[in-house]
């Protein structure tokens, strides 16, 4: 498999997860990891939360702290409707 299908699979996935877990508007890291059923978090950050933040199909809530202990996620009009 290619790595654009790769990234396209990863993106469907992402999205199909975020929309379920961010139905309710906002989500940090640990609460996508158990909705999306995941326990290591930085397989969870590489292969999900980057490509979506790159794909803007979500954001974060305090940009300038990517890696506060607050940090939660929230998706994008993009984001709803993929």
């Not at 993106?11 to 609460?31: D, H, P, Q, V």
Request: a positive charge; charged letters at 20%.
């Amino acid at each position: 498999m290619g790595k654009k299908k790769v990234d396209a699979a990863i993106i469907a996935k992402s999205g199909e997860l975020f929309r379920g877990s961010l139905n309710n508007g906002e989500a940090s890291t640990k609460m996508l990891l158990q909705a999306m059923g995941l326990k290591h978090r930085p397989s969870c950050l590489k292969n999900y939360l980057q490509p979506a933040l790159q794909q803007n199909l979500i954001e974060m809530t305090q940009p300038d702290s990517p890696r506060s202990p607050t940090q939660k996620y929230h998706p994008t009009a993009l984001g709803r409707h993929v």
